[in-house]
């Protein structure tokens, strides 16, 4: 049974850091791999899509890196701004089905 | 891009009543589309997926009679709680997949936030 991990759960830092967010999942036959963003109280926002196939995604300052052999994946974050400021949630597609296994989310802070 | 609209963003009703929750594709026909729930402070659940045309297939532990989901055209799909209660009370998302994006791509809705008094 494929289960997502993230790693911290919450994370405070100040403005200008670079920081990592830490997925990891159990089951290495994965078909893709989502990084979202969840404001408070709102929906998701599709960030970086990482298909099995590929070792990583750029997009601004957002760098999402995949290693399926050894069930990670990490979100780069370079010189944050508070309004990077939400909840990161990384998703699994584990089957042609297009369902999606969920991490808990990192919660992230960045104070000005 | 792809675009998926959900209304409403808040409902809030009485106990017994019920409630309808829609989710369009915008600009692209989504031949599948998912409904999660999330409780605060935990992972989205996935409920049930819906294909056009079709009965939906609900998750284990989700009562179909409870959730009705209608899927009756390829850009809108409906979830209505029915005689929704407080515990029913939750965050509901949508996802569909299609488009230029691929079917294995899924764009979400805003959310609805459901509060049963």
């Known amino acids: 049974k494929q289960e997502v991990t993230q790693i911290p759960a919450a994370l405070s830092v100040p403005e200008g850091e670079n920081l990592v967010l830490n997925c990891s999942f159990t089951?290495?036959?994965?078909?893709?791999l989502q990084w979202f963003r969840q404001d408070p109280g709102k929906g998701l926002t599709s960030l970086l899509l990482i298909q099995s196939s590929q070792r990583e995604q750029t997009s601004g300052r957002l760098n999402a890196s995949l290693d399926k052999s050894s069930g990670r994946s990490t979100l780069y974050i370079a010189a944050s701004q508070p309004g990077d400021s939400a909840t990161y949630l990384c998703?699994?597609?584990?089957?042609?089905?297009?369902?999606?296994?969920w991490g808990l989310g990192t919660s992230l802070a960045v104070n000005p | 891009g792809a675009v998926v609209s959900q209304h409403p963003s808040r409902v809030i009703c009485k106990s017994g009543t019920s409630v309808k929750i829609e989710c369009r594709s915008l600009d692209f026909q989504a031949t599948t589309m998912f409904w999660y729930r999330q409780f605060p402070k935990q992972s989205l659940m996935l409920m049930a997926t819906?294909?056009?045309?079709?009965?939906?297939?609900?998750e284990q532990g989700v009562e179909k009679d409870k959730f009705l989901i209608n899927h009756a055209s390829l850009t809108l799909s409906t979830l209505t709680v029915t005689s929704a209660h407080p515990e029913d009370s939750s965050f509901y998302i949508c996802?569909?997949?299609?488009?230029?994006?691929?079917?294995?791509?899924?764009?979400f809705g805003a959310g609805s936030r459901l509060t049963v008094l």
């Open positions: 998703a699994v597609n584990a089957g042609n089905n297009r369902k999606l296994i």
């Open positions: 089951d290495s036959a994965i078909y893709n």
């Open positions: 996802s569909a997949s299609g488009g230029l994006s691929g079917a294995n791509v899924l764009t």
């Open positions: 819906s294909n056009e045309g079709s009965k939906a297939t609900y």
